[in-house]
């Protein structure tokens, strides 16, 4: 029996304009629950002076007020537990995730039995896009503990996969799950495969000959859609690295790569893409980078109507070479780690880029920002191998110049230190460090 090649061919091969059609009708049903059934956006769509009913196309969706993760934190501590954005009552919840808090109060997100089912639906649809087959092992290395993406691993099983729920775990432990157990493929952040990697090196463990590792999905930073990170790591591991991108307001994974590897595909049957300007709020032009911003069509626990995602990206629409035709879209960064100088944007993914194509250093970075007579500066410190024999001063030229030419402006210093001295990520590596802030 030939084995099928996409998880729901008819949904994830539908021509452009069938897809929007589907859009159309399934945002008209959700704008219409969202306002007959959340508080909020019964108040919010009233103050905008705007209705379900206005929704003719697609484009209309504009007339509607946006959200934002300011906003769905202070309706959730106006209105505990869960605030009044969620639209259906506390009995038809069955699962609630929770953000990590780190920009203020944690924001719950939750969803009733057919949002649960949908949402490990589409998990299982993007592990087949990487090539996950029901022959393969994973091994779900995520943290279990509110996270949303921790009940991925549901969708691992929906698929067939055989599934280790391992979860958040010292390094020591999960290199000798992956020794033991033999699985294919895991996820987590380029951050952490990078270190595992190293860690394993350093136990006398090649990550690449003594393990059965051969497919890493990483997200939670831009690094697995930098093409000089994910090469690095496919080296150190001798595995295939696709990378996801999911944002707990909505569901764990809503979009990612497939074999092709060009921009991650987005789950269009579920959400709505619209990348806009970040200070007009204007459409920009296909292929040109803007703010995310999604909207659910299908979610019932809580609508998402027009979030804000804070996430910097490109997006196209053309059909991909493996066939698939929903937009695909190509990280950047986030609006929060953009810093500006000399009025240009520049992002810590611009660095990146740079110091991953780099020979004799070891990829690992970080960025210093801060003022200098009332003007913003940055340094770059970045980690030299320790084979590497060419002078200090060479590197650091180098790296200079490639970041002018890659971000338009150049460090005020950029600084050699030795393998090791930058601290590794066990999680999300924090790579920008603003002293801009301690100095108001």
């Known amino acids: 029996m030939e084995e099928k090649r996409y998880w729901n061919e008819e949904i994830e091969t ?38 379900p009913s206005d929704l003719r196309h697609l484009e209309d969706l504009t007339r509607f007020p946006f959200t934002n993760k300011k906003i769905e934190r202070d309706r959730q501590v106006a209105y505990p537990d869960l605030g009044d954005m969620v639209a259906v009552p506390e009995r038809e919840i069955v699962f609630v995730a929770a953000s990590s808090g780190s920009t203020g109060v944690p924001t719950l997100s939750p969803f009733t039995r057919r949002d649960f089912e949908e949402f490990q639906d589409v998990q299982a649809r993007l592990f087949w896009a990487t090539g996950m087959r029901p022959t393969d092992r994973y091994v779900h290395a995520l943290n279990f503990t509110l996270f949303v993406g921790g009940p991925d691993v549901i969708g691992a099983q929906k698929l067939g996969a055989l599934c280790i729920w391992a979860g958040a775990i010292p390094s020591d432990r999960l290199l000798f799950i992956l020794k033991e157990f033999k699985p294919t493929t ?39 859609s930098i093409p000089a990170t994910r090469r690095a790591i496919e080296e150190l591991w001798d595995a295939e ?173 950029v600084k050699i230190l030795e393998d090791g001295a930058l601290p590794r990520a066990t999680h999300k590596a924090k790579r920008l460090v603003d002293l801009r802030k301690n100095a108001q």
């Not at 159309?24 to 209705?51: I, M, T, W």
């Not at 809503?254 to 991650?264: I, P, Q």
């Open 241 to 413: 690295v696709y990378d996801f991108y999911g944002l707990s307001d909505i569901f764990g994974a809503n979009a990612g790569m497939c074999e092709a590897k060009d921009g991650l595909h987005v789950a269009e049957d579920h959400t709505l893409v619209e990348v806009l300007d970040p200070e007009s709020l204007e459409p920009v032009a296909e292929g040109e980078p803007g703010e995310l911003v999604l909207t659910t069509l299908r979610k019932r626990a809580r609508p998402m109507i027009r979030f804000r995602t804070g996430d910097i990206v490109k997006c196209v629409r053309e059909r991909c070479s493996c066939g698939r035709t929903h937009a695909r879209i190509y990280i950047h960064g986030r609006i929060d780690d953009m810093f500006i100088v000399s009025g240009v944007n520049v992002f810590p993914s611009d660095i990146e880029y740079v110091v991953r194509n780099i020979e004799g250093l070891t990829g690992e970075y970080r960025i210093v920002v801060y003022t200098e007579q009332h003007l913003t500066k940055f340094d770059v410190e970045v980690e030299k191998e320790r084979s590497c024999s060419r002078p200090d001063e060479e590197l650091a030229r180098e790296v200079s110049e490639r970041v002018k030419v890659r971000s338009g402006v150049r460090p005020k210093n």
């Open 186 to 224: 895991t996820w987590t952040t380029p951050s952490y495969a990078w270190y595992l990697g190293e860690t394993a090196r350093k136990q006398g463990i090649d990550p690449a000959r003594d393990l059965a590792i051969r497919r890493i999905i990483v997200a939670g930073e831009p690094g697995g």
């Open 14 to 51: 539908l021509s452009r304009e069938s897809l929007e059609a589907y859009q159309l009708e399934q945002l008209k049903q959700h704008l219409d629950f969202a306002y007959s059934n959340a508080p909020y956006y019964r108040e919010a769509f009233d103050d905008a002076g705007v209705k």
